[in-house]
């Protein structure tokens, strides 16, 4: 039976750093919707209608028919353009309150490249506080004259594998307990 406890245990900064790229993707975009009372929000437009315009005309006894292309100012609709953790760039035009055009970019990247933008200057200026920190650590103990400690030196072990096991060579068993916790 596999251990999974572990895999999640060694894994769990990729886990978060998904999660977290999941969380602050944005959206954006427009609603469109039938603008039934003031409270509803966005921008209002009307959805064209074809007219029959009928001038009689009496004197000849007969009649001018125009079609012409107009608001239906019955229905309200409303443009709602939104934009969360993102940019939302819309142009919106009318003519004669109707919607002739509409263009938009949403840029649902903008959020999630900001913050990492963000992440990596605070990265970065931490990184030079701490390099500075050292360098006048290191400054301040030449000053006083005292040499830096040398590491200790790096532990030796020779084993020997057998028949009956593995045994220790070097150091001896009694000096490997003080060089060694």
Not at 5 to 27: D, K, S
Not at 112 to 128: M, N
Request: some cysteine; overall charge neutral.
């Amino acid at each position: 039976m596999r251990n999974y406890a572990n895999l999640f245990n060694a894994g769990w900064p990729a886990v978060a750093l998904a999660a977290g790229a999941f969380w602050v993707a944005g959206c954006a975009g427009a609603h469109f919707k039938e603008a039934s009372s003031p409270s509803v929000n966005g921008i209002r437009y009307y959805r064209p209608a074809t007219y029959i315009l009928i001038k009689p005309d009496y004197t000849k006894n007969t009649a001018n028919i125009t079609l012409w292309n107009g608001p239906d100012t019955s229905v309200p609709y409303a443009i709602d353009p939104y934009a969360y953790l993102a940019t939302n760039s819309t142009d919106i035009e009318f003519d004669g309150g109707m919607l002739s055009k509409l263009t938009s970019n949403p840029d649902s990247t903008k959020f999630a490249t900001d913050a990492i933008q963000a992440a990596v200057a605070l990265g970065q200026e931490v990184l030079t506080t701490a390099a500075n920190v050292a360098a006048k650590a290191a400054l301040a103990q030449k000053s006083t004259g005292q040499a830096p400690a040398a590491p200790p030196p790096a532990p030796v072990f020779l084993f020997v594998a057998s028949s009956s096991g593995f045994h220790q060579l070097y150091p001896p068993s009694g000096a490997a307990s003080s060089r060694c916790p």
